[in-house]
């Protein structure tokens, strides 16, 4: 498989529209099912996790539909003038879940390396808050990231910087408004994950108040390394004969 390179499109675009092309090329019909993200992963050179995004792409055009433990299967033909609409109106406009939590790891690991060097009493005490928030969501079945969310803002906060504050809240937004990561999580049913982030969260916090900074770099580094293989191995539909990898 060839992919033709694009630098004004992401590289889950780029996957995608090489599956489309496929596709409207007669290599797939109605019912067909695409090969096994690893196979289409090492065929096309890229991580599990771009394969991944591309096919939550296609997902979003009714173009393929995800069935877990089985595959993803063929609903629809994309026609040449709605697959270049879809470029228009998709070109740039949302990050893949896995490329942002990237971007999240070496930011924010960063990020709590030096807010351990600069938290306050005060930032301490809107931690704790922010996980008796996660708790309560927790116990109560609830949702909502609103805690989660919180506890990230409070250590770009704490860095005493307000470009990284503006920073990690920008891609907070993104992620809210992203119809990939809505798609993403429709595959998952199971929230028991949460509570080993919080888990997380504790030991990020734990190295905050020993103003430790090569702890909280570690510590914020794994638990977005967490949540990335989470929500990956989570959000898998692959027949479970098919092991994977995340990055390459």
């Not at 992963?41 to 591309?54: H, I």
């Not at 906060?157 to 307000?162: D, G, H, M, T």
Request: charged share 30%; aromatic share 6%; net charge negative.
């Amino acid at each position: 498989m060839s992919i033709n390179i694009n630098s004004s499109r992401r590289l889950y675009q780029e996957i995608g529209l090489t599956l489309q092309s496929l596709i409207r090329s007669g290599k797939f019909k109605v019912g067909d099912r695409l090969p096994p993200e690893r196979d289409i992963a090492e065929e096309m050179q890229v991580s599990r996790s771009v394969v991944r995004e591309a096919i939550i792409m296609l997902e979003l055009q009714q173009l393929v539909e995800v069935r877990k433990g089985s595959g993803v299967y063929i609903i629809d033909i994309p026609k040449a003038a709605k697959t270049h609409i879809v470029n228009q109106v998709d070109e740039g406009s949302d990050i893949g879940p896995f490329e942002h939590l990237q971007a999240r790891q070496v930011l924010e690991s960063q990020i709590a390396s030096f807010a351990a060097e600069n938290v306050t009493k005060n930032d301490i005490s809107k931690l704790r808050e922010a996980l008796d928030i996660e708790r309560q969501q927790l116990e109560t079945g609830l949702s909502d990231y609103d805690g989660d969310k919180m506890f990230h803002l409070c250590i770009a906060k704490a860095s005493q910087n307000s470009v990284l504050s503006d920073i990690i809240r920008e891609l907070w937004e993104r992620r809210e408004e992203s119809s990939m990561w809505r798609q993403l999580h429709t595959r998952i049913t199971d929230t028991e994950y949460r509570k080993a982030w919080l888990e997380d969260h504790e030991a990020i916090l734990l190295a905050l108040q020993r103003r430790d900074p090569d702890s909280a770099r570690k510590a914020m580094w794994q638990h977005l390394e967490n949540v990335k293989q989470t929500l990956f191995t989570l959000s898998d539909v692959d027949d479970p004969k098919f092991d994977g990898y995340l990055f390459r």
